[in-house]
C-alpha cells in the first residue's frame, strides 16, 4: 500500500515539473545562460566562465535547443531528468533505511515535497541536475556497502564528478561524501578501491569537463551566497516554510502559525541532527576502520554517508569562507542540505540504539516531518518560482509587447527595470519581437514601452504610462507611453 502509494506521488511530482517546465515564464538566471551560451561559439561554453555557467547543464542545454529547439520546455529538459533522477533515488534511498512502511512514505513524502527543491527540478539551472546525480552517488555507495562490487563504486565517482560538474556547489557535499565514505571503502576495497575505483574515475570525469572552465574563473565569479552558516540555515528554512510568500509575511494559503513554529524549531533540531549525527558517523567510521565487527545495516551506513556529509559540508564551506573568504552556500547554493539533513534524521532516528529508545526517536522524527511535509502540501506551487516571483507571468507580457510590435510594425524602444532584461532579450528574440535595445539597462524616459517590477512600478505614474498588462502576484508591468 505504501509503495503504491510512494509510486504514485512520484509520478504527481514529475507530471507537475514537466507542466511547470512548459508552462512557467523563463527566468532571469535562466536567460541569462541561455542569452549568454545558447547561440554562442562551442568555446564560449568552457572559456567564457561566469557563476551561471553550470558546465554540464550548459552542454546539455545546448544539445536539447540543437535537438528539439529553443522553447522553455526543451530547455529545461536536462533540469528535468535530473529531477526524475532525484526522486528515484529519494525514493530507493527511503526504502533501503525504512523498509515500504508508513515512515518510508513519509521520507519520501518530505524528500519529495520540498517546495523549494521542486522550484530546481524543473527550472533550467544545474541544480536539479546536480541534485539527483548527488544523491544516485550515495545511494551507489550504500550499494557497494551493502554487497561490494567494484561496479557501483566506479558508478558512483562518476555520479559524483557529473553533479559537481553539473554545478559546482556539489563540491562541497561531494567531498564530504567520500571521506565520510572511506571507512567503507577501505575495509571492503581497500587502497585500491579508494583510489583506482573511487578517486581517479571522479577525477578524471570532473577534470575533462571543468579543467578549462575552471582555469578561466576568477574570485569576483564567486559572488552569491551568505556570511555565517546561521544565514545559511535561516535561508532553507525560509525557502522551505516561507515559499508560498516570497515577501515572508505571514499571508497566503499555508497555516501562519505552522510555519512560525517550524521556523523557531527548525533551528535548534538542525544544529542537534548535525551534531549529534555527527558523532554518531565518527564512532561508525572509527568502528570500520578498525576492521572486524558484523555488517553495517542500512541505518547505519546511511547515518555514516548522509550524516558525514551534511557535517562535512558544511565544515568545508566554513573553512572555505574562512581561509579565501568565499561566501558561504546560501538559498540554491545550499540545497544539497535539505536532502541530507532529511535523511540523516530518519537514518539517526532508525539506528538508535534499544528497541524503545529507537521507537521514541523514529516517532519524534516522524512528528518534525510530517508537520514539514503538510507544511510543504500546503504550498504546492505550479505557477512561480519563489526566487524569481517577479517573472512569473513575464511570458504573458511579453506576448502582449508581441502583439504591439505587430500592430506598429516598427522597432520598438523598450525600457525594463534591469535584473528583467536578461527575460526581455530572451523573449523578444524567441518570439521574433523587433525591438531597439535602447534603455533595457533601465527604465528611462521617452521610451514606447516598459517592463517595470518592484518599486520601478512607481514610474508608470510619473512617466504618465498606460497599462497594459499587470501581475499582481508578480508585481510585473507592461506600460505604453501616452500617444
Not at 562518476?158 to 561524501?177: D, K, Y
Not at 549525527?277 to 567510521?285: C, I, L, N, Q, T
Not at 540545497?335 to 534524521?345: D, G, K, Q
Amino acid at each position: 500500500m505504501c509503495q503504491a502509494a510512494a509510486l504514485a506521488l512520484l509520478a504527481v511530482v514529475l507530471a507537475a515539473n514537466v507542466y511547470r517546465a512548459a508552462t512557467q515564464s523563463f527566468t532571469t538566471d535562466e536567460a541569462y545562460t541561455a542569452n549568454l551560451y545558447l547561440h554562442a561559439p562551442f568555446r564560449d561554453v568552457l572559456t567564457l566562465y561566469d557563476a551561471n555557467n553550470h558546465v554540464l547543464n550548459t552542454l546539455l542545454l545546448r544539445l536539447s535547443a540543437a535537438a528539439l529547439g529553443v522553447s522553455e520546455l526543451t530547455l529545461r529538459l536536462p533540469s528535468l531528468l535530473g529531477g526524475a533522477a532525484y526522486l528515484i533515488a529519494a525514493l530507493l534511498l527511503a526504502q533501503r533505511l525504512l523498509g515500504r512502511g508508513p515512515l518510508f512514505l513519509l521520507a519520501f513524502a518530505a524528500l519529495a515535497l520540498n517546495p523549494f527543491v521542486l522550484d530546481h527540478l524543473s527550472a533550467a539551472r544545474g541544480y536539479g541536475t546536480g541534485l539527483g546525480l548527488y544523491l544516485w552517488a550515495v545511494y551507489l555507495l550504500d550499494r557497494y556497502a551493502e554487497a561490494p562490487d567494484r561496479r557501483w563504486l566506479v558508478a558512483c565517482a562518476v555520479a559524483l564528478a557529473l553533479s559537481v560538474a553539473a554545478n559546482l556547489v556539489f563540491v562541497f557535499p561531494g567531498a564530504a561524501l567520500v571521506a565520510a565514505a572511506t571507512p567503507l571503502v577501505l575495509r571492503h576495497g581497500g587502497v585500491p578501491g579508494l583510489v583506482d575505483q573511487l578517486a581517479l574515475p571522479g577525477i578524471a570525469v570532473a577534470f575533462v569537463l571543468l579543467v578549462i572552465p575552471l582555469a578561466h574563473a576568477r574570485p569576483g565569479n564567486f559572488y552569491f551566497g551568505a556570511a555565517s552558516l546561521a544565514g545559511t540555515l535561516d535561508g532553507l528554512v525560509v525557502a522551505s516554510f516561507y515559499h508560498s510568500t516570497p515577501d515572508q509575511s505571514d499571508g497566503g494559503v499555508a497555516f501562519p502559525a505552522l510555519r512560525r513554529a517550524l521556523r523557531l524549531a527548525a533551528p535548534g533540531v538542525a544544529a542537534a541532527v548535525c551534531l549529534v549525527s555527527a558523532v554518531a558517523a565518527a564512532r561508525m567510521g572509527w568502528r570500520l576502520a578498525r576492521g572486524g565487527g558484523p555488517p553495517v545495516a542500512a541505518p547505519g551506513r546511511l547515518l555514516l554517508l548522509a550524516g558525514g556529509s551534511l557535517t562535512g559540508a558544511a565544515l568545508l564551506a566554513e573553512a572555505v569562507h574562512r581561509l579565501w573568504d568565499v561566501p558561504l552556500p546560501f538559498m540554491r547554493t545550499a540545497i544539497y542540505f535539505l536532502p541530507l539533513f532529511t535523511l540523516a534524521s530518519f537514518a539517526l532516528a532508525a539506528s538508535t540504539p534499544g528497541r524503545r529508545p529507537r521507537v521514541a526517536a523514529l516517532a519524534l522524527a516522524a512528528l518534525f516531518f510530517g508537520l514539514c511535509t503538510a507544511q510543504y502540501a500546503l504550498q504546492w506551487n505550479t505557477r512561480y518560482y519563489l526566487e524569481w516571483p517577479h517573472e512569473a507571468r513575464m511570458k504573458t507580457a511579453m506576448r502582449r509587447l508581441a502583439a504591439e510590435a505587430r500592430r506598429n510594425g516598427a522597432p520598438l524602444r523598450v525600457g525594463a527595470t534591469v535584473y528583467l532584461e536578461p527575460s526581455v532579450n530572451f523573449y523578444a528574440r524567441l518570439y521574433g519581437i523587433p525591438m531597439n535595445r535602447v534603455g533595457l539597462e533601465g527604465p528611462v524616459p521617452g521610451l514606447d514601452y516598459y517592463l517595470l517590477a518592484g518599486e520601478d512600478r512607481a514610474l508608470a505614474g510619473r512617466l504618465g504610462l498606460r497599462p497594459l498588462f499587470e501581475d499582481g502576484f508578480g508585481e510585473l508591468l507592461l506600460a505604453a507611453r501616452l500617444r
